[in-house]
């Protein structure tokens, strides 16, 4: 009897321990990226998808260049973070921290993603993705050049 009430006691305990250190936090479900756009050159404009364009967007945000100039984005709550995908990146050797093209330049430094653009006045319209990460979450960049 004292063997069945300690066994039941012994359940209850490790049922206990068991139920409090379940995490809510489920594996892939980060905290979305959170930016702060700085030292904006003017030619240069920073749109977010919203409304029914939200939900349909395969962008977080649009850097819109119509001129040469430059900007840093700031990421709010990831100290690190690295990039995923940007124009003709082969993942062989790429750098996770850098890429040019011919007309912009982008350089991660800590929590920073400094953009250099330049020559557009010379360049045709173009646009293209730059993807970052900071592991099981991305963020979505369109540059478009125009």
Known sequence: MKLMK???????????????????????????????????????????????????????????????GSLDIICKNYNSFWFAEYPDM???????????????????EGNTIHCQFSDIDKLQSEDFTVVVTAGDIFFHFIIDIN
């Open 6 to 68: 300690g066994l039941k006691l012994l359940f209850l305990l490790f049922t206990l321990i068991f139920v409090y250190s379940c995490d809510d936090d489920v594996v892939g479900n980060w905290e979305p990226m959170k930016w702060d756009y700085k030292n904006v050159s003017s030619g240069i404009k920073i749109v977010k998808p919203s409304g029914k364009d939200k939900d349909h967007a395969k962008y977080d945000a649009k850097i819109e260049v119509s001129k040469s």
């Open 90 to 108: 082969s993942y062989e050797d790429e750098s996770l921290n850098y890429f040019s093209t011919e007309n912009c330049e982008m350089k991660i």
